[in-house]
C-alpha cells in the first residue's frame, strides 16, 4: 500500500520560513508528478505548487517567489520551502503523488500537516 508520510509543519511569524518535505512509501511503481496542496480553515483545497518528473514546476500566484519546490526522484521525496510567510499562509498542506501503474495513474495523498503563520 503506498503511503506518503509529511513532515516540517508548525507555527511560525509572519516573515518566517517553514520547510516542508514528504516521502512517498512502499511505492514500487513509476511516480509522476508531485506537489503540494492546501486547506485553510472553511475554504476548498487549494494547489500550492506541483512539480514534474523531468523538474517542470507551477506554482499558485499567491506563493509565486516565496515557495519553492522540489523533489529527489532516488529517494521519493518532494519538498516545499516556504518563504516570507503571511499569515494567509496557514492551513493543513497535504502532499500529492500521481503514481503510474501500468496504464492507469493513481492518485495519493498524504494526512498532511498544519502549518500556521501568526501575524
Known amino acids: 500500500q503506498v503511503q506518503l508520510v509529511e513532515s516540517g509543519g508548525g507555527l511560525v511569524q509572519a516573515g518566517g520560513s517553514l520547510g516542508l518535505s514528504c516521502a512517498v512509501v512502499r511505492s514500487f511503481f513509476s511516480i509522476n508528478t508531485m506537489g503540494w496542496y492546501r486547506q485553510a480553515p472553511g475554504k476548498q483545497r487549494e494547489l500550492v505548487a506541483t512539480?514534474?518528473?523531468?523538474?517542470?514546476?507551477t506554482y499558485a500566484d499567491s506563493v509565486k517567489g516565496r515557495f519553492t519546490i522540489s523533489r529527489d526522484n532516488a529517494k521519493n521525496m518532494v519538498y516545499l520551502q516556504m518563504n516570507s510567510l503571511k499569515p494567509e499562509d496557514t492551513g493543513v498542506y497535504y502532499c500529492?503523488?500521481?503514481?503510474?501503474?501500468?496504464?492507469?495513474?493513481?492518485?495519493?495523498w498524504g494526512p498532511g500537516t498544519q502549518v500556521t503563520v501568526s501575524s
Open positions: 512539480i514534474t518528473t523531468g523538474v517542470s514546476t
Open positions: 500529492y503523488s500521481r503514481i503510474i501503474k501500468g496504464r492507469s495513474e493513481y492518485d495519493y
